[in-house]
């Protein structure tokens, strides 16, 4: 844990890099776009940002045909965050598109600007903790560290998530309501399992997320791709990728390590 935050420190440290992340942070780029951001430094040293900041886990790159694209991984600035700020800041913990104060916000009405687009997002969080209790926590025991309801303020919901092709990912509350989170599509346990899911998300849009597995120096590394596509409204990217931070970088990890 200390050699991660010393690498986060480091890749943090340096002006050049820490504006690579703030390009980032708005959309994924190539490293020939990012290079068109510094005029007067060379691919080659963009390309030396770009590997520190991957070894501190701050960027993680996807080939995408004969390109490299960057993706920006905010999850080790959280750990960062809830080791030495988050216990005291725990009420305002960012939650996966505000579910709670829409719910009790049921009726108000709110002028929001939507857009034909598409988003995608890349994390990887290491857990110390083997692979199968990460995918089981994951899956069957969903209920004891998902935080986030679509079920309305006043009624208590309970969750379950069956990890075979078919299955599904429910919140239920009352008699017959309740929520479908995801529907499973594949799964090769405990290596992968891919859901498609609105997650809140209202209207023409097409959702996936994918959670990859992968055992990495005694402990397990998750890995996070989640995209949509239709009529996306603006916040919904930035309000999904701090939704997963939390969900999977502080509330997952804290129950697996902790549990």
Do not use: C
Not at 62 to 84: C, D, F, L, S, T
Not at 182 to 203: D, F, K, T, W
């Amino acid at each position: 844990m200390e050699e991660e935050l010393s690498s986060v420190f480091k890749a943090i440290g340096n002006p050049t890099r820490r504006k690579i992340l703030d390009i980032l942070k708005e959309e994924p780029k190539t490293t020939g776009e990012l290079n068109e951001f510094f005029p007067d430094v060379t691919r080659y040293a963009i390309m030396k940002h770009l590997n520190i900041l991957e070894k501190g886990n701050l960027v993680i790159v996807r080939r995408e045909g004969k390109y490299r694209r960057n993706y920006i991984n905010a999850v080790p600035i959280q750990e960062v965050h809830n080791r030495w700020v988050g216990k005291y800041m725990e009420s305002n913990a960012n939650s996966l598109l505000h579910l709670r104060s829409k719910v009790e916000n049921k009726g108000e009405k709110h002028t929001m600007t939507t857009n034909n687009n598409e988003f995608r997002i890349e994390q990887e969080i290491f857990m110390n903790a083997p692979r199968e209790k990460v995918f089981k926590a994951l899956t069957e025991e969903v209920e004891h560290w998902w935080e986030f309801r679509l079920a309305p303020k006043d009624k208590p919901s309970h969750f379950t998530f069956s990890p075979i092709p078919g299955g599904q990912f429910i919140e239920k509350w009352g008699k017959n309501e309740g929520a479908i989170w995801g529907n499973v599509y594949y799964v090769n346990a405990p290596e992968e399992i891919r859901l498609s899911g609105h997650l809140g998300m209202q209207g023409a849009v097409n959702s996936s997320y994918t959670y990859r597995l992968i055992e990495k120096e005694g402990g397990t590394l998750l890995q996070l791709s989640h995209s949509a596509s239709g009529v996306i409204q603006e916040n919904w990217e930035q309000d999904h990728i701090k939704g997963w931070e939390y969900l999977l970088g502080t509330l997952l990890k804290n129950y697996v390590e902790n549990k």
